[in-house]
């Protein structure tokens, strides 16, 4: 037999739900081995066919969804009509979501891992596959993040695409630049302050109080609606693009670093995103 492997074959923009950290933002690097004998072209898979079939499974199944634990001790999961509802405790708060169906991946475990969405993606990318491939390897990594970073949760009313989802999201990578030289406090406090955060838009408050914050919009997929811990939240003015994100922090960091030039780099999951400039 023969190996063939493609590295970054895509990346899983997703959001999950943790016992202990609560709603966390995730940006899952996709590496794929295949093992079988050589087809007519000499090849176990050609490269085009491998990219759609296998990027586009994956990408049409778990990317920009919510994973849940089905097993998890503190779920509770209900349909009504075409939606999902979920409830969820964790040590950070009750989580409550309610979306389309197909918004949300149920894994068979009791905690979201990496190694749970590898035999998720296993059994649904080996029917994609011909009968000459005899072993499919799939492996998830994280970006290799020499600084700051944070993981966020978002979601996109307006957009035509996955983003629409109330709840995905991305591990993400902090620049900040003062007067043209990286400012390394800057970026931490940032990546602190937004551990694990919701960012969510301040039109998209249906219900308030000092503990508790719900989000809820139509889009296009359906309807959407998330209620969170408010602790766990950081609110925008804006919808919550990477650019709007940006211009954000931009004005905020500007604002402590009063007459000098504040640039912000903010990235959505891996090598891409935004970048937005602001002096106070």
């Given at each position: 037999?023969?190996?063939l492997f493609?590295?970054q074959?895509?990346?899983?923009?997703?959001?999950?739900?943790d016992?202990?950290?609560?709603?966390?933002?995730e940006?899952?690097i996709?590496d794929?081995?295949?093992d079988?004998?050589?087809?007519?072209q000499s090849?176990v898979?050609?490269?085009g066919?491998?990219?759609?079939r296998?990027?586009?499974a994956i990408?049409?199944?778990?990317?920009?969804?919510?994973?849940?634990?089905?097993?998890?001790?503190?779920?509770?999961?209900?349909t009504?009509?075409?939606a999902?509802?979920?409830?969820?405790?964790?040590r950070?708060?009750l989580?409550?979501?309610?979306?389309?169906a197909?918004?949300?991946?149920?894994?068979?475990?009791d905690?979201v891992?990496?190694?749970a969405?590898?035999a998720?993606?296993?059994?649904?990318?080996?029917?994609?596959?011909?009968a000459n491939?005899?072993?499919?390897?799939v492996?998830?990594?994280?970006?290799?993040i020499?600084g700051a970073?944070y993981?966020?949760?978002?979601g996109?009313?307006?957009?035509a695409?996955?983003?629409?989802?109330i709840a995905?999201?991305h591990?993400s990578r902090?620049?900040?630049?003062?007067?043209g030289?990286r400012?390394?406090?800057?970026e931490?406090?940032?990546?602190r302050?937004?551990?694990?955060?919701y960012?969510?838009?301040?039109?998209d408050?249906?219900?308030?109080?000092?503990?508790?914050?719900r989000?809820?919009?139509r889009?296009?997929e359906?309807d959407?609606?998330l209620?969170?811990p408010?602790?766990?939240c950081?609110?925008l003015?804006?919808?919550?693009t990477?650019?709007?994100?940006?211009?954000?922090?931009?004005?905020?960091?500007?604002?402590r670093?009063?007459?000098?030039?504040?640039?912000?780099?903010?990235?959505?999951?891996?090598?891409?995103?935004?970048?937005?400039?602001?002096?106070r």
């Open positions: 037999m023969s190996r493609v590295e074959l895509t990346v899983i923009d997703c959001a999950y739900l016992a202990t950290r609560g709603l966390v933002g940006s899952w996709v794929i081995e295949l079988g004998d050589l087809d007519a090849m898979l050609d490269f066919e491998v990219k759609k296998l990027k586009r990408d049409g199944s778990v990317d920009h969804a919510l994973l849940v634990p089905r097993r998890a001790s503190g779920l509770q999961s209900r009504e009509g075409e999902l509802c979920l409830r969820f405790e964790s950070q708060g989580y409550e979501h309610r979306s389309p197909a918004a949300v991946v149920l894994l068979d475990t905690a891992t990496s190694d969405l590898v998720h993606l296993r059994q649904r990318l080996r029917a994609e596959l011909p491939v005899r072993a499919l390897t492996a998830l990594r994280s970006e290799r020499d970073f993981h966020y949760v978002h996109l009313k307006k957009h695409g996955l983003c629409q989802r995905h999201g591990r902090l620049e900040v630049r003062v007067d030289a400012d390394a406090g800057l931490a406090d940032v990546a302050r937004w551990t694990d955060i960012l969510g838009t301040r039109a408050i249906v219900e308030r109080d000092a503990a508790r914050i989000f809820a919009y889009s296009g359906g959407y609606e209620a969170l408010a602790s766990r950081d609110l003015d804006t919808d919550t990477v650019e709007q994100i940006a211009a954000h922090l931009a004005a905020q960091l500007a604002a670093r009063p007459g000098r030039s504040v640039s912000v780099r903010a990235y959505e999951g891996v090598m891409k995103g935004a970048v937005a400039q602001d002096q």
